[in-house]
């Protein structure tokens, strides 16, 4: 069983910035893919960014050029910088891990909020 936390949301204005964080109770070594998903009132979750064990990243073409994903090994956890925030990014973030050994499985956070308004 693997944990994850994540912290880091609130409440910001148009244009401002946040940085989220997921903390896991797991080695990064052991987990191939990290990723930020969100989900808005009365949406389908999405794919906000991933990075992989080798880190490769990729973005949704929503959030390219204004929000930015990274690691730190050493404290376990994976961020995903927020800048530029617009009202319609307004969701809860979700960070999920999907494990190395043994292969194939998946862990959610529990989900912060991110509320962009005036």
């Known amino acids: 069983q693997v944990r994850l936390v994540e912290s880091g949301g609130g409440l910001v204005q148009p244009g401002g910035s946040l940085r989220l964080s997921c903390a896991a109770s797991e080695s990064l070594f052991n987990i191939e893919i990290m990723a930020w998903y969100r989900q808005a009132p009365g949406k389908e979750r999405e794919l906000v960014a991933v990075?992989?064990?080798?880190?490769?990243?990729n973005y949704t073409h929503l959030v390219q050029g204004r929000f930015k994903i990274f690691k730190d090994n050493a404290k376990k956890t994976w961020y995903l910088q927020m800048n530029s925030l617009k009202p319609e990014d307004t969701a809860v973030y979700y960070c999920?891990?999907?494990?190395?050994?043994?292969?194939?499985?998946?862990?959610w956070g529990e989900g912060t909020l991110v509320t962009v308004s005036s």
């Open positions: 990075i992989t064990d080798t880190d490769e990243i």
């Open positions: 999920n891990a999907l494990l190395r050994r043994p292969h194939g499985v998946a862990y």
